[in-house]
């Protein structure tokens, strides 16, 4: 007689490699969502850099907010933590040339939601005016 069917150790066999997969697949999802809140910091970051240089750019020339040398400008709130991003800027007189000031925006902020604690992060960008 030939009976169609499963055998206990053939169910056995299926549901252990079945577990192993799902577990697999069950460390991947931490690390994406690590990996996707440390995107959003990175481009909160770069937005937040944005639109200083937008604002710095429309100063005159002569302006006191662009004087040589370092200015701590903002400390901007992260969404739903306790942290925050830093804003300053960095400003070098006749840099490249002559009446020419080149500006240089930093964005640092602790980065949250990694393993084993959180870590110092930082962006930046660089512009140039002149007169």
């Given at each position: 007689m030939n009976k169609r069917g499963f055998t206990l150790v053939e169910m056995l066999v299926a549901i252990t490699i079945l577990a192993i997969g799902l577990l697999g697949l069950g460390v991947l999802f931490p690390m994406g969502m690590r990996s996707a809140m440390l995107a959003k910091?990175?481009?909160?970051?770069?937005?937040?850099?944005?639109?200083?240089?937008?604002?710095?750019r429309m100063m005159d020339y002569s302006d006191t907010t662009l004087n040589p040398y370092s200015h701590v400008s903002d400390s901007l709130p992260m969404d739903n933590t306790d942290n925050v991003f830093a804003v300053s800027y960095y400003v070098e007189p006749d840099w490249p040339v002559t009446d020419m000031k080149k500006i240089t925006v930093f964005v640092s902020w602790r980065a949250t939601g990694g393993t084993g604690g959180s870590k110092m992060r930082s962006q930046s960008i660089t512009t140039?005016?002149?007169k």
């Open positions: 910091q990175n481009t909160q970051a770069m937005e937040y850099a944005q639109q200083k240089i937008e604002y710095l140039y005016i002149s």
